[in-house]
């Protein structure tokens, strides 16, 4: 207590902190975390309602000792109380997620990765596929990419000016995988060891493999040797009809796998949990 202040005045100045520091609050702990100022309000607040002068207060204003008019929300039931509650809760959270996480580097690490299986001819026509986790659309109708210029998918890709990208799933899970761990530059028999049937893509001079049921049909850009990157023009997307319902693309039936970069695992993707542009404008 101030030196002369009388109950009124006490009350008027533990309103003022009181407001301030719920303010704060909510405009995110940093601030009230790094504010000498707030910090001192917040604990001559805390010595108030820790040392019995709040619950005197809150008695004699119970009693009808304070003047009706006077602002006085700090005596609300509770409101102190939950006001600091929340204060210790939020400080937790925000000191302890900055402590809790853990560096890993500079790596590759991104979720959901897809499992994309690039298809491609040699000059000879011998049909290829590899399986590719860093690539991604980057424009509405092109897709780029990040593969090695010393895999055989590059030199074809190179060679033919064109590629496909089908997406793995399930089904394919354990020939997707063997496509990526086999070069076909070794490996003269690769597909016929994945068991995968190949035809001839209509739109571009790629291949595309039967069992596997969604395909980008891509013309190639550009390809940069220094960062491996390649970028291809969509010029169409095929779906067999059996991972369709009403003409769209149905999860549940295709099972589209994503590969998981820190476990090295493949998971199905599977359950909804959301509606794309409507969840979010229930905050907007
Ligand atoms: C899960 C997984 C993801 C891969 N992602 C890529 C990738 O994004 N870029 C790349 O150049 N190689 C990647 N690879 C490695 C190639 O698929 C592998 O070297 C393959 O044998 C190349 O085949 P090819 O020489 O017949 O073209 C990946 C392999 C696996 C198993």
Not at 203 to 208: E, Q, T
């Amino acid at each position: 207590m101030q030196p002369n202040e009388t109950r009124i005045d006490r009350v008027i100045r533990m309103e003022l902190y009181f407001d301030t520091i719920s303010r704060a609050v909510q405009s995110g702990m940093g601030l009230l975390l790094s504010d000498p100022l707030l910090q001192a309000m917040l604990d001559a607040l805390t010595a108030y309602y820790e040392n019995g002068q709040w619950q005197a207060d809150y008695e004699a204003d119970e009693q009808g000792e304070l003047p009706s008019e006077l602002k006085r929300g700090v005596l609300s039931q509770d409101g102190v109380y939950n006001l600091l509650f929340e204060i210790e809760h939020r400080k937790a959270i925000y000191r302890g997620g900055t402590m809790r996480r853990k560096n890993m580097g500079a790596k590759a690490i991104l979720y959901p990765m897809p499992v994309l299986i690039i298809g491609s001819y040699d000059e000879n026509g011998i049909p290829n596929a590899m399986n590719a986790a860093w690539g991604g659309i980057s424009e509405k109708t092109q897709i780029s990419i990040c593969v090695s210029e010393d895999h055989k998918t590059m030199s074809n890709i190179l060679a033919r000016k064109a590629f496909t990208v089908s997406i793995a799933n399930a089904e394919n899970v354990v020939a997707a995988d063997y496509v990526g761990v086999v070069s076909g530059n070794k490996e003269p028999d690769k597909i016929a060891k994945t068991g995968w049937t190949t035809v001839k893509s209509d739109n571009v001079d790629a291949p595309l493999f039967e069992e596997l049921p969604l395909a980008l049909e891509c013309k190639l850009i550009c390809y940069d040797e220094a960062t491996c990157r390649l970028v291809g023009e969509i010029v169409n997307v095929c779906a067999d009809e059996r991972i369709l319902t009403d003409g769209k693309v149905d999860l549940s039936k295709f099972r589209p796998i994503t590969y998981d970069p820190v476990n090295h695992d493949y998971l199905a993707l599977g359950e909804k949990v959301g509606k794309a542009f409507s969840d979010g404008l229930k905050l907007k």
